[in-house]
Nanobody, 126 residues
Framework: VQLQASGGGLAQAGSSLRLSCAAS????????MGWWRQAPGKEREYLAA????????YVAESVKGRFTIARDNAKNTVYLEIDSLKPEDTAVYYC????????????????????WGQGTLVTVSS
């Protein structure tokens, strides 16, 4: 499966962005889709995830209330809506896919996601 992330760019603090991740290839394996980010000098951070039906979602406490994840299975696309952008949101944002969903997708780790997109850079100016 191939994942193509888009929607990043330069944004002002307080504004919103919507990131998209389009999947192609063996999309039937995308039981869980997730978003991660990595800021310079920091570890990759788990932000959000959604299962195939959309009935189970996870958003990290650190971004809850500002980040929303959604998916459109007809378009094989997962979205990450980021509201009230902050300079500390500056990072490369990655989408990822996993074949199976555990009981609690909040507990998934990097190693649980075998498929990754190339990342899209979000830069937030103050």
């Amino acid at each position: 499966v191939q994942l193509q992330a888009s929607g990043g760019g330069l944004a002002q603090a307080g504004s919103s962005l919507r990131l998209s991740c389009a999947a192609s290839g063996r999309t039937w394996v995308n039981d869980v889709m997730g978003w991660w980010r990595q800021a310079p000098g920091k570890e990759r951070e788990y932000l959000a995830a959604i299962n195939r039906s959309g009935g189970s979602t996870y958003v990290a406490e650190s971004v809850k209330g500002r980040f929303t994840i959604a998916r459109d299975n007809a378009k094989n696309t997962v979205y990450l809506e980021i509201d009230s952008l902050k300079p500390e949101d500056t990072a490369v944002y990655y989408c990822a896919a996993a074949r199976w969903a555990p009981a609690n997708i909040a507990t998934m780790e990097l190693i649980d996601y075998p498929f990754w997109g190339q990342g899209t850079l979000v830069t937030v100016s103050s």
